[in-house]
């Protein structure tokens, strides 16, 4: 059974960082690509950004690029997400996410539970 | 950016067929894909490709894209269908995936 475990989120002030954890198992992770996705509380899903299954290819969507960097260490199976620069608009459950394969532009299919990240003084 | 536009919300009676719609500017020439979000829980992906079902997603649960307009088909609603539906697609143009604002499906 395919597992998706988010760790790292809090309370956060705006401008500091925080680096969220994705933690996989039940399936082999280095054969998949991952994403991670964001809604913020009462609002629609929102893509972030995905990584192939050997981090040959990385993309951001244009509201995080520049200050959050997507990464994975296969030997942990973990993926993780650097978030620098944060604003309250970042505010957000943040969902990881396996595709259906190795490349970015194949569907995600599985999602974890997410994690909350609050961006307030 | 490729935009999608979705109803905010679609009633139906218990028993009944519910269509949500996903409209985009030739979207019949993309592969959209279908999740249902309950609150409080992770989305779950009920149609890809179209129309394909993950397993374990019933049969009543249908897709169907063309020209501009792509729709997600749940027939013999009842009250376990109650939830957001948002539909997605790949926009090869910027390497994004692209959701739907989402539609709120309420059984009455």
């Known amino acids: 059974e395919v597992q998706l475990v988010e760790s790292g989120g809090g309370l956060v002030q705006p401008g500091r960082s925080l680096r969220l954890s994705c933690a996989a198992s039940?399936?082999?992770?280095?054969?998949?690509?991952m994403h991670w996705v964001r809604q913020a509380p009462g609002k629609g899903l929102e893509w972030v950004s995905g990584?192939?299954?050997?981090?040959?290819?990385?993309v951001y969507a244009d509201s995080v690029r520049g200050r959050f960097t997507i990464s994975r260490d296969n030997a942990k199976n973990s993926l993780y997400l650097q978030m620098n620069g944060l604003t309250a608009e970042d505010t957000a459950f943040y969902f990881c996410?396996?595709?259906?394969?190795?490349?970015?532009?194949?569907?995600?299919?599985?999602w974890g539970q997410g994690t909350l990240v609050t961006v307030s003084s | 950016s490729y935009v999608l536009t979705q109803p905010n919300s679609v009633s139906v009676a218990p028993g009944k067929t519910a269509s949500i719609t996903c409209g985009g500017n030739?979207?019949?020439?993309?592969?959209v894909h279908w999740y249902q979000q309950k609150p409080g829980q992770a989305p779950v992906l009920v149609i890809y490709?179209?129309?394909a079902r993950p397993s374990g997603i019933p049969e009543r649960i249908s897709g169907s894209n063309s020209g501009n307009t792509a729709t997600l088909t749940i027939s013999r609603v009842d009250a376990g269908d109650e939830a957001d539906y948002y539909c997605?697609?790949?926009?090869?143009?910027?390497?994004?995936?692209?959701f739907g604002g989402g539609t709120k499906l309420t059984v009455l």
């Open positions: 996410a396996k595709g259906r394969g190795r490349q970015v532009a194949l569907i995600p299919d599985h």
């Open positions: 039940g399936f082999t992770f280095d054969d998949f690509a």
């Open positions: 990584i192939t299954w050997n981090s040959g290819t990385i």
């Open positions: 030739n979207i019949g020439s993309k592969s």
């Open positions: 490709y179209d129309s």
């Open positions: 997605q697609v790949w926009d090869s143009s910027s390497d994004h995936w692209v």
